[in-house]
């Protein structure tokens, strides 16, 4: 850019900011208190649209008046609903409420807003460091995370464009437009930044790559095709700062040269497409985005589409196949999208916490992003921990933690006081580690050596009540029916996978399975043209490798360690402890399995069981007569009294 | 894909006859065009894939062919309530398959069908985005956390009951109005 381009610039941008600041100022000066409400999804899903409506009706029952703030998601999805209340002239800091139902809403409003009382029992940590109330900066859930992507998430409102500005947003943009594309480029070369979509290329080279093609229209596409099930960063980052995402969307157009890009995000995910879609039109409209971008040369056009649910469009040919509106199969690479991609244009393609990541590298430089993380992964890593973990939701951690302090620190450890037995990393792709790999740091390579992968970043954390075989199964149901079907290997291989894997988990398991699986698996592996192919088989490789008793519990015992197959399953009454006279599982049986016995206890007719577990969680704890077991032939004989004795019984 | 057409859905048809319009005739629009009709029908019928490739000047069975690929399209139409189980990983750790096991059972339909009178469907998804509420079903727009098998009979029961509730108001009504 010009030197009189760059002057422009600053003027344009100057003006908006100072707008912003306003709309800010008036926010924070109101004298009044502020109730900020956690919207995203996963909120609302816990019920926030009820608890801001419950809000809203005590407001004007009590006569009070305070400003309600909608803000996106804080990550911390086990608190959920989550609200902030600051109310200055209480003399509390702001207050952190996890948990916030309808009822304790109006609670609050009445006591703190109306009466000063901040409700101690139902307060989760102060906002910030103070004398009266524990902060939350003092949990490890919250002090030993760093957040760089997800800095901004839950702290402002994704609808409203001047809270992003206010927030320091778009001022990166600026700083780049005053650089050579070339010198953006450098920097974030030098910053280490790998992608994040889950193999790890430096962006910087990816960058340059497109770069480097000058005679052509360029593409960028931001890939939020989130299809792994039980990772949720790319959707939560769109729903809770969008503005992010495009600021380093644009960073990257300006850099690569192109005039043109694209979110591809799941239409499965209805708030994310609209707030994406509000977050462009209010760029455009403030000169953010679309012709001469704050007054200067540079244009870009963003487009939202919809992806329609297809797990392999994760990766970039399929997704460029899908986009051009045919079935969305991988294409053999090279060309690589860089070179031929989306109507055979040079085409970029990141992920959304790839593009995220950018304007903090810029504004902080590139020798700050690689002080934190590990030499060869710098940066932070953000995952999605879900299962039987206490604090379960998204975490944002500097890469080289490791997995023992992720879970047992961060995350809480194990729900329930049970055992730890093995985590799940990177989804159907990924693998399961066993406790010897605790210590194990967080990064690209570290992971890929133990055999797991970083993939999109879900986590699944599972307690020794998870069967290995039967999660083994589960991802690779999933991947065969996501297989696109081009490959014979993959989409005829894992079927065989599937069948052999069900077979094992209904304990017909045959001498041989194990060996059977570890050659198709390889077969696979080597058969298959995309990742989704390459790595279906890591699931079942990594727990056959960490788990190996397992199966053969199932095939030599017919018998599952974990109790979790329920064809190897079965439910009894001990009618030692079963109380005479008593009727909570046969109530609550779904399917009228359970008979009274001729002396008044219960007995389960396992013909009908479907196995569901409801009577072992209604059988009072004082009584606690259910028993599960495994194999199901270890269930004692009960005899069932005649059906006509059971009619006049009830 | 053999259901009839309602009166209400080929009037809908009609409508999405002139939408199309304004759709360019580029193959990349087929999927915004094929998302566009299910907003509007709610599934993809044969008739509406008929007028889409129509539109496009390809053949019909690449239509089907794409609308097939992805598990965005469905080609039943949906229940009135339509139920949605979780299967995500989260949900499956916890059972969620036992739940879409007792829908099947109460609604005597299996995942993907919708029962004869059009009152409810059953639909499996991945990842509803609220792992710490597992195992979650979805009922109408409504989700239900912590869901048990002991639930589902109740929840079933709650709608039909509201819908009987309606329908004596309505009729109630009725009288009143004439």
Not at chain 1, 267 to 285: C, F, G
Request: overall charge negative; aromatic content about 8%; hydrophobic content about 35%.
């Amino acid at each position: 850019m010009s030197p009189d381009n760059r002057k422009n610039i600053d003027i344009k941008f100057n003006a908006i900011r100072k707008e912003a600041e306003k709309h800010r100022n008036e926010f924070r000066d109101a004298p009044v208190p502020k109730i900020h409400i956690g919207m995203a999804t996963c909120g609302i899903a816990s019920g926030a649209l009820e608890t801001q409506k419950a809000f809203k009706e005590a407001l004007v029952e009590n006569d009070i008046e305070a400003r309600i703030h909608t803000v996106g998601c804080f990550g911390h999805c086990y608190a959920e609903p989550v609200v902030i209340i600051d109310h200055p002239d209480s003399g509390f800091p702001p207050i952190f409420y996890h948990e916030v139902t309808p009822g304790k809403a109006k609670m609050l409003v009445k006591l703190f807003l109306g009466g000063g009382d901040p409700r101690f029992e139902h307060v989760y940590g102060a906002t910030e460091e103070n004398d009266m109330i524990p902060s939350v900066t003092d949990f490890s859930r919250f002090n030993q995370e760093k957040r760089i992507v997800m800095e901004k998430c839950g702290r402002i409102d994704p609808e409203d464009i001047y809270d992003y500005i206010a927030a320091d947003g778009y001022s990166t943009l600026v700083k780049a437009l005053k650089l050579d594309p070339e010198e953006v480029i450098k920097e974030v070369t030098h910053s280490g930044l790998r992608g994040r979509g889950g193999a790890g290329f430096p962006t910087g080279r990816k960058w340059n790559l497109a770069k480097s093609v000058t005679d052509q229209e360029k593409i960028v596409i931001c890939n939020a095709d989130e299809g792994d099930p039980g990772a949720y960063m790319d959707r939560t980052i769109l729903e809770s700062n969008p503005h992010q995402v495009l600021e380093g969307i644009a960073i990257c157009a300006y850099a690569v040269g192109a005039h043109k890009a694209m979110v591809y995000v799941r239409s499965e995910y209805p708030l994310a497409v609209k707030l994406v879609t509000d977050a462009i039109q209010q760029a455009e409209k403030l000169g953010l985005l679309g012709k001469g971008i704050l007054d200067s040369t540079f244009d870009l056009k963003i487009d939202v589409f919809q992806g329609s649910g297809a797990f392999v469009c994760g990766e970039e040919t399929a997704l460029i196949r899908s986009i051009e509106g045919y079935r969305g199969m991988p294409q053999h690479r090279p060309p690589y999208p860089v070179q031929k991609g989306l109507w055979n244009k040079p085409t970029v393609i990141n992920n959304v916490k790839t593009l995220a990541s950018v304007p903090p590298i810029l504004d902080h430089g590139a020798t700050w992003y690689r002080s934190i993380g590990t030499q060869n992964s710098p940066g932070t890593a953000i995952f999605s921990i879900v299962g039987n973990v206490v604090h379960a939701g998204l975490v944002e951690i500097p890469m080289g933690v490791s997995l023992r302090t992720l879970i047992f620190d961060i995350c809480g450890g194990i729900q329930n006081n049970k055992k730890f037995k093995a985590v799940q990393i990177g989804g159907p792709s990924g693998g399961c580690l066993n406790e010897d790999f605790l210590d194990t740091p967080i990064d690209f390579d570290s992971l890929t050596e133990a055999g797991a992968m970083m993939g999109s970043g879900g986590m699944v954390v599972m307690d020794e009540d998870t069967c290995m075989v039967e999660v083994a199964r589960y991802f690779l149901d999933f991947t065969q029916k996501e297989s696109c079907g081009k490959c014979t290997f993959c989409r005829i291989g894992t079927y065989h996978l599937l069948k052999i894997l069900e077979r094992l988990t209904k304990g017909e398991g045959l001498e041989g399975d194990l060996e059977l699986l570890e050659t198709l698996s390889q077969d696979i592996k080597a058969g298959s043209l995309c990742g989704l192919g390459k790595t279906a088989p890591n699931p079942v490789l990594t727990s056959l490798k960490y788990f190996r008793d397992e199966y053969e519990a199932h095939i030599k015992e017919k018998r599952c360690p974990a109790l979790m197959c329920r064809p190897l399953t079965a439910f009894y009454f001990d009618l030692e402890l079963c109380a005479r006279g008593c009727d909570a599982c046969a109530t609550c049986c779904p399917v009228d399995a359970v008979f009274t016995t001729s002396n008044r206890k219960k007995g389960v007719d396992q013909e009908l069981c479907v196995k569901c577990g409801e009577c072992l969680v209604a059988c009072p704890p004082e009584y606690d007569a259910v028993r599960k077991v495994s194999p199901p032939d270890l269930v004692p004989y009960i005899e069932k009294p005649p059906e006509k004795e059971k009619k006049d019984v009830k | 894909m053999n259901e009839e057409l309602t009166e209400e859905e080929k009037e809908a048809l009609k409508h999405i006859a002139l939408k199309l319009e304004t759709f360019e005739k580029h193959r990349g629009n087929l999927i915004p065009i094929l998302q566009m009709v299910q907003n509007n029908l709610a599934y993809l019928p044969s008739e509406a894939l008929k007028i889409v490739a129509q539109h496009l000047g390809i053949i019909e069975s690449e239509v089907y062919g794409v609308a097939t690929f992805y598990n965005q399209f469905r080609f039943h139409p949906p229940g009135k309530y339509p139920v949605k189980v979780c299967l995500g990983t989260a949900c499956h750790v916890k059972a969620g398959d036992i739940i879409l096991e007792n829908f099947e059972r109460k609604l005597e339909i299996s995942d993907g069908e919708t029962t004869p009178d059009r009152e409810f469907s059953i639909e499996r998804v991945a990842c509803v985005g609220c792992c710490a509420l597992a195992p979650v079903a979805i009922i109408d727009e409504t989700v239900h956390g912590h869901m048990a098998p002991s639930k589902v009979e109740g929840l079933i029961l709650r709608i039909k009951l509201q819908e009987e509730i309606e329908e004596r108001e309505k009729k109630k009504n009725e009288p009143g109005q004439s």
